[in-house]
T-cell receptor, first 114, second 112 residues
Framework: EAQVTQNPRYLITVTGKKLTVTCSQNMNHEYMSWYRQDPGLGLRQIYYSMNVEVTDKGDVPEGYKVSRKEKRNFPLILESPSPNQTSLYFC?????????????FGPGTRLTVL | AQTVTQSQPEMSVQEAETVTLSCTYDTSESDYYLFWYKQPPSRQMILVIRQEAYKQQNATENRFSVNFQKAAKSFSLKISDSQLGDAAMYFCASKPGNQFYFGTGTSLTVIP
């Protein structure tokens, strides 16, 4: 089954404790992206990657890191989480060429930073 | 800056009726893509419909259609014969280059 998976689905942590949210897709997509969703703000792009070893900042990259060492994986790293990073996070992937760049989304990760 | 504006935070529609959700966007690019996504209470993001800016014909997917006005930078979503399962948050999005930009969403309630 074609899908984007994220782990964990729910996470409660404390300020300053490094964490990683994993994202994996099995569709051989070149483009992968991370978003955060906050009430009243919609989805905002954090980072995106157009292929292996190619990453770029989105609109809200501060406090986040990413890496793209393999085509299928695109982890999101919070080196020192703060309460303002409490949010719902989505990973998404798409082909870079063709089919209208439709994004396939993961199920979301609910992060709470105390 | 690229922006997507959804001016209706909430909308409601009677079951079987038609509703239109508004979206405007701002881009200086000549080639871009536009999307409507649905987010039900499960939080899963589901693509409803997409439109390539170079295509003049409005996209249609079953009961969902768009009114794409390129000069006005408007991209509204029309839902015909509304069903209870259409109740969700709807997000408009644009992709003018390498990035995606989303609006703040419209929460649609379907009244039985």
């Amino acid at each position: 089954e074609a899908q984007v998976t994220q782990n964990p689905r729910y996470l409660i942590t404390v300020t300053g404790k490094k964490l990683t949210v994993t994202c994996s897709q099995n569709m051989n997509h070149e483009y992968m992206s991370w978003y955060r969703q906050d009430p009243g703000l919609g989805l905002r792009q954090i980072y995106y990657s157009m292929n292996v070893e190619v990453t770029d900042k989105g609109d809200v990259p501060e406090g986040y890191k990413v890496s793209r060492k393999e085509k299928r994986n695109f982890p999101l790293i919070l080196e020192s989480p703060s309460p303002n990073q409490t949010s719902l996070y989505f990973c998404a992937s798409s082909l870079w060429q063709g089919v209208g760049h439709e994004q396939f989304f993961g199920p979301g990760t609910r992060l709470t930073v105390l | 800056a690229q922006t997507v504006t959804q001016s209706q935070p909430e909308m409601s529609v009677q079951e079987a009726e038609t509703v239109t959700l508004s979206c405007t966007y701002d881009t200086s690019e000549s080639d871009y893509y536009l999307f409507w996504y649905k987010q039900p209470p499960s939080r899963q993001m589901i693509l409803v419909i997409r439109q390539e800016a170079y295509k003049q014909q409005n996209a249609t997917e079953n009961r969902f259609s768009v009114n794409f006005q390129k000069a006005a930078k408007s991209f509204s979503l029309k839902i015909s014969d509304s069903q209870l399962g259409d109740a969700a948050m709807y997000f408009c999005a644009s992709k003018p280059g390498n990035q995606f930009y989303f609006g703040t969403g419209t929460s649609l309630t379907v009244i039985p």
